[in-house]
């Protein structure tokens, strides 16, 4: 378990993916909102709870926004993924390409805040709250 001032990291994370969560949430929900400012949100909630358990796991990650690379950290080590979140490799091209580049995919709203919500569920049962440590 890390020491006091080794949780200051993972706690920070688990906290700005809930916002982005919020975020992307409240932003799904406008038809007129584009699905790349979603998709980008739903992707920063998602690597930042993956983050945050490959910190509290004291697993050392590049700084990328790759998140089947982070993911395959985490496995390497044997580490509990859910099944939502191995199967979410699309959820990196949200995070860069679409910012920068234009392309034809359709954003599933629904299936993305799906996606990091479970993920962050599980990062907050990985890394327990402050009060419980």
């Known amino acids: 378990m890390p020491r006091p001032e080794q949780r200051q990291l993972p706690d920070r994370l688990l906290r700005k993916a809930a916002a982005d969560l919020t975020a992307a949430r409240a932003l799904a929900d406008d038809p007129d909102q584009a699905d790349e400012v979603v998709g980008f949100h739903v992707q920063q909630a998602v690597e930042k709870s993956v983050k ?48 920068y580049e234009d392309i034809e995919t359709v954003l599933d709203r629904v299936e993305a805040i799906e996606v990091a919500t479970i993920t962050i569920a599980w990062a907050r049962e990985v890394v327990p709250v402050p009060d419980e440590a």
Not at 66 to 73: E, G, S
Not at 75 to 83: E, Q
Request: glycine residues 4%; proline residues 6%; without cysteine.
């Open 52 to 99: 945050a358990v490959l910190s509290w796991l004291q697993i050392d990650y590049p700084l990328t926004h790759d998140i089947d690379f982070l993911v395959r950290l985490l496995t390497r080590r044997d580490a509990p993924v859910p099944g939502a979140l191995l199967e979410a490799r699309w959820v990196s091209m949200w995070g860069v390409v679409t910012r």
